[in-house]
């Protein structure tokens, strides 16, 4: 996302991404950003219109800050910001984040407290196969709840449109059905 493919003219802002994975069957995305989002949104609008507004390179830049403020070993003894990275890394952060950059990150984030919480659960007694842990995650997972929110509160027309789905039946697999309102409907019928 860039600050030049959001449109703030109007009370929702809409979002119309450069590339999409149907562009080629002739489709426009719009993304709707709400108040809400707004908010989040409105600090990473503040640079340049071409630059990207979640950057891998600012990310790992606050990342290093962070770990030079908690660090606990004086400078004057060494390891200065900067004074022990690779003179030629095999890698180097990119300008932007990809579907793939966030599902890694998800993925390491899960490994992680998973370890952490094995960890625990062993160093307190526990059996390290009885210590709890997050099940298998993926960023998907948020755009199938947000869609069966909206379907429960607004229809499946609205989370149709606000998926960027040509037809129906496709929201369906996204958005589940409210088995609640199936048994607020029995209860009124009889």
Request: charged share 30%.
């Amino acid at each position: 996302m860039r600050p030049c493919d959001v449109d703030r003219s109007g009370e929702v802002w809409t979002y119309t991404p450069a590339e999409h994975k149907t562009e080629h069957h002739g489709r426009q995305r719009i993304i709707y950003i709400g108040p809400k989002a707004q908010d989040v949104l409105r600090p990473y609008l503040l640079r340049p219109a071409e630059a990207f507004c979640f950057s891998p390179q600012d990310s790992e830049a606050k990342r290093r800050e962070e770990q030079h403020a908690k660090r606990k070993t004086p400078l004057r003894w060494g390891n200065r910001p900067g004074t022990n990275r690779k003179r030629k890394p095999k890698k180097q952060p990119r300008d932007s984040y990809d579907k793939n950059s966030y599902r890694r990150a998800i993925a390491r984030a899960v490994k992680k407290a998973n370890a952490e919480s094995v960890n625990r659960h062993v160093e307190t007694g526990g059996n390290a196969e009885d210590a709890p842990t997050i099940s298998h995650w993926h960023p998907n997972q948020l755009r199938h709840a947000a869609a069966t929110d909206i379907r429960r509160a607004f229809g499946l027309e609205a989370a149709q449109i606000i998926l960027g789905h040509a037809w129906a039946d496709v929201t369906q697999v996204y958005a589940e059905r409210d088995a609640q309102r199936a048994v607020e409907v029995v209860k009124r019928i009889g």
